[in-house]
Nanobody
Framework: VQFVESGGGLVQPGGSLTLSCATS????????VKWIRQSMGKRLEWVTT???????TYADSVKGRFTISRDTDKNMVYLQMTNLKAEDTAMYYC?????RGQGTQVTVSS
């Protein structure tokens, strides 16, 4: 099972960014995949999950600003982030269960 995140970077407050997650090694169409994040000195925070049936759930802190999607042909999961805030600065990981990738850094700063 493997997850590889990409797309992070530096963005100004109010800006947008889309993260990508390449997955392999499991049955993509029936497995829930999540995005989680960790800010410096803080615990891991769940952000969003897309379930095998396509259902999506979001943390209240990102609801209305972030959108999770997936491409079942390419086994890819995406996180579209809009109206970014300084408090969104974190390392972002995708994964399932206790397994996650190496992460991609998102920094929101002017």
């Amino acid at each position: 099972v493997q997850f590889v995140e990409s797309g992070g970077g530096l963005v100004q407050p109010g800006g947008s960014l889309t993260l990508s997650c390449a997955t392999s090694g499991f049955t993509f169409n029936t497995t829930a995949v999540k995005w989680i994040r960790q800010s410096m000195g803080k615990r891991l925070e769940w952000v969003t999950t897309v379930y095998g049936d396509g259902t999506r759930t979001y943390a209240d802190s990102v609801k209305g600003r972030f959108t999770i999607s997936r491409d079942t042909d390419k086994n890819m999961v995406y996180l579209q982030m809009t109206n970014l805030k300084a408090e969104d600065t974190a390392m972002y990981y995708c994964g399932t269960g206790q397994i996650r990738g190496q992460g991609t850094q998102v920094t929101v700063s002017s």
